[in-house]
């Protein structure tokens, strides 16, 4: 259940065999290869040399390794560019062509790319597909990292007209969805729509929300034929794709995931720490520098597993300091065997490390692997030794992943809504979703992701903040949940071109809670009003909504400082109108799993749970010694009642 990146291309081929040799040494089991190997598998155009390929794929093999293939389009050749000019995306942003030097310089729009990229992964999938040592396959990697989803290219706007077109059926009917009425930018025929790219001021936000959902669907379209070639040519093999956190590519995942066995996700908890609390104060820093917040990793391994229902991959696990945040920290010792374990609790399939040796060339010298440059072994080595054996005694393939009593929808147009109008720069949709994740986590509870199409059934609370345009049969099934359900504030905003909808917020919610937001004002997070809830005190900040005095059915049981309704229910449903902190998040979430009979607890700062089978995990993200939440007399699997600091225990839990 562990595997490795490997790069054979990167290392003289002498290296191969003991390479090999010592992967399996050190208890791994699948390698990646491949995926940014287009200028060697293809060195001139339509010129194939597999030979290399066929040699490195051999040596792993016979050592008993099980390769993935990652298809190496993400990296187009120097050649291919030259010959398709226009295959490069322009940066919305700048109007500039994004050129060759780098990766991921291609269009999903561009026809030609997309037949270029088709055209090398049937070749990959004819030569490999059935392929003894070859288990399966990596589409791709990491799709519209580095800000690719969105291009302003020629290529780009015809697809885009032509998918308004599909759409809209007539310009007339997108003129009206869109508002084009306002500042007068009504359009006469599809062929005269712009991107919404390089305007005076702000585009329309229909415009945007349209253009957002073109390029979504250009990749998934691209994403799609790639998956079916390698399907027809490789059976029984799976195909995955390494996915990373949907609000850093602005694409739908669940779309996108679709059509795999199951989803990957590529884990780097240091790197992401540090973008994520880069403006916080270094006293909040500090302890989480070398071990990632404690909920980073958790929290999108929850969401990868939520798209796919499968046990997802880790196709990339950070093994010591990465080269692309803003500072790059050694993670404390014990972390890398720690997050690992942690990505097997959460229900990972398999754990792959980035990468096996850290390459001395190239945009990543800086980034560690398990081998330093020269053969030695790096730092994560021994952790890896450790862990190899205690995953073969857990064997988490045998632990099934039940389906958790809560369930938060992440939903990719409540994400575009909130880039799109901001209203509040601090307004931002993954940190109230994380916010309601980080708040069940510290009561100890196991949490699911579902997406606003997904099965409503088995959760007993279902959390939907920002759930923005919801479908009326959507809502339907919602109601019929049985589910305890907590919205807002700014669910049922909009319709599904972004205007208000008739009748106001929050739309087809109403079907749920009958209730009409009137008014909204956002505020600064440093000068919030004051939420009086449960006879407590907490802010209202950021976003807040007034709701007009309810019908007799609903109870308010939240209100602002000046008395106005912040809170009401109806029923099983919660509307919550306003954003607050993390004593709030966490006070209303114990009372909701009190009326559900769900066991919550108070874990200390630091400490964090999660069950897989039988089994409970706990992870000492601290610096501390922690006491494990266990019953006295509890038979432990892996360590004891005292957790050590970036330690780990797992017992058997009574069910
Ligand atoms: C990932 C990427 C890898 C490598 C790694 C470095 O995002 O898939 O190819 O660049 O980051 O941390």
């Not at 729009?109 to 288990?135: C, K």
Request: hydrophobic share 40%.
């Amino acid at each position: 259940m562990l595997g490795v990146c490997y790069y054979p291309e990167h290392w003289p081929q002498e290296w191969w065999a003991s390479d090999a040799q010592r992967m399996r040494a050190l208890g791994l089991t699948y390698v990646r290869i491949g995926e940014f190997a287009w200028s060697r598998l293809e060195p001139e155009p339509g010129l194939y040399a597999f030979e290399w390929f066929d040699q490195a794929i051999e040596t792993l093999a016979a050592a008993g390794l099980k390769i993935v293939i990652g298809t190496p389009t993400a990296t187009p050749p120097k050649w291919l560019v030259d010959l398709f000019p226009e295959i490069l995306p322009v940066d919305p942003v700048t109007g500039r062509v994004r050129g060759f030097g780098s990766r991921r310089h291609y269009d999903f729009s561009s026809a030609d790319f997309r037949r270029e990229a088709l055209r090398i992964t049937t070749a990959l999938a004819d030569r490999y597909g059935r392929h003894p040592g070859i288990v399966g396959w990596q589409t791709d990697n990491e799709l519209c990292c580095h800000d690719t989803a969105l291009s302003a290219s020629p290529a780009a706007r015809t697809g885009f007209q032509a998918w308004c077109r599909a759409r809209y059926g007539t310009i007339g009917a997108l003129n009206a969805a869109w508002g084009n009425v306002f500042w007068s930018m009504e359009y006469r025929s599809f062929d005269e729509i712009e991107l919404p790219v390089g305007a005076v001021t702000e585009t329309s936000p229909s415009h945007r929300l349209a253009f957002r959902r073109y390029a979504s669907s250009a990749v998934t379209g691209f994403h799609d034929a790639m998956v079916a070639a390698i399907r027809a040519r490789a059976p029984g093999h799976f195909v995955t794709h390494n996915f990373i956190p949907m609000h850093e590519t602005g694409v739908d995942n669940h779309a996108l995931a679709a059509p795999l066995d199951f989803a990957s996700y590529d884990n780097y908890p240091l790197g992401r720490t540090d973008l994520l609390m880069a403006d916080r104060p270094a006293a909040e820093f500090l302890p989480v520098m070398r071990t990632g917040h404690p909920d980073m990793g958790a929290f999108f391994f929850d969401q990868t597993r939520g798209l796919s229902r499968q046990p997802f991959w880790v196709m990339e696990q950070q093994p010591g300091p990465v080269n692309w945040a803003n500072h790059n920290p050694r993670p404390a010792p014990g972390m890398v065997r720690l997050w690992s374990l942690e990505a097997f609790a959460h229900g990972a399939g398999c754990v792959s490390f980035f990468r096996w040796r850290q390459a001395p060339f190239g945009q990543e010298q800086m980034h560690a692997g398990l081998l330093r440059p020269d053969n030695s072994e790096a730092e994560a080595w021994p952790e890896i030794v450790a862990l190899a054996r205690e995953i073969a005694t857990l064997d988490p393939a045998t632990l099934p992943v039940r389906p958790a009593r809560i369930a938060i929808m992440v939903d990719v147009e409540g994400q575009w809504l909130g880039e799109i109008e901001r209203q509040a720069r601090s307004y931002d949709y993954t940190s109230v979703i994380f916010a309601y994740y980080q708040a069940a986590r510290a009561l100890g509870l196991d949490v699911d992701f579902i997406g606003p199409s997904d099965d409503y059934i088995g959760h007993d609370i279902i959390l939907a903040p920002g759930w923005v345009s919801p479908r009326p049969a959507d809502v339907e099934r919602l109601a019929a949940s049985g589910a305890l359900v907590v919205l807002g504030p700014r669910a049922g905003a909009k319709t599904p071109e972004f205007t208000l909808p008739d009748g106001l917020a929050p739309g087809p919610l109403r079907a749920l809670i009958p209730l009409r937001i009137t008014s909204v004002e956002t505020l600064r997070p440093d000068c919030p009003g004051i939420l009086h809830w449960n006879n407590a005190q907490f802010p209202a900040t950021i976003w807040r909504e007034y709701p007009e005095p309810p019908g007799p059915d609903i109870a308010v049981i939240g209100r602002y400082e000046d008395g106005a309704p912040a809170i009401l229910r109806h029923g099983d449903v919660i509307y919550v109108g306003t954003l607050s902190d993390p004593h709030f998040l966490r006070s209303q979430l114990e009372s909701l799993c009190a009326e559900r009979g769900i066991v919550t607890r108070h874990l200390p700062e630091g400490l964090r749970l999660r069950r897989r089978g039988a089994l409970c995990w706990a992870f000492n993200y601290s610096a501390a010694i922690q006491t494990a939440p266990a019953p006295a007399g509890t038979e432990f699997v892996l360590g004891g009642p005292e957790i050590p600091a970036r330690g780990v225990a797992i017992w058997r839990e009574e069910t």
